[in-house]
Nanobody, 114 residues
Framework: QVQLVESGGGLVQPGGSLRLSCAAS????????MGWYRQTPGKERELVAV???????NYADSVKGRFTISRDNAKGTVYLQMNSLKPEDTAVYYC????????WGQGTQVTVSS
């Protein structure tokens, strides 16, 4: 049974930072691609970042230079460090397993507002 549990979302001011975590279980985490999507009402679901089993990363142009995806294989956890946050980063952020995604977490809300 695959489980992906996100945490770390919240309300932050523009220019601030948040670190999202995704605790994974039920599959062989070290050989799995992991990623983060985000969804805002009225907008297309957007792939934010991906990290391969070998640690190679890729980012949406909108977050390059501001967000960093990483993984801790010993803990079975993937992270998304978000810096210099903008109001347009407001969304529900979802942790996913696989490329294309095979499993989704429940999501965590990130709100960037003054």
């Amino acid at each position: 049974q695959v489980q992906l549990v996100e945490s770390g979302g919240g309300l932050v001011q523009p220019g601030g930072s948040l670190r999202l975590s995704c605790a994974a279980s039920g599959f062989i985490f070290p050989i799995s691609f992991m990623g983060w999507y985000r969804q805002t009402p009225g907008k297309e679901r957007e792939l934010v970042a991906v990290i391969t089993d070998g640690g190679t990363t890729n980012y949406a142009d909108s977050v390059k230079g501001r967000f960093t995806i990483s993984r801790d294989n010993a803990k079975g956890t993937v992270y998304l460090q978000m810096n210099s946050l903008k109001p347009e980063d407001t969304a529900v952020y979802y942790c996913v397993r696989g490329s294309p995604p095979r499993n989704w977490g429940q999501g965590t809300q990130v709100t960037v507002s003054s």
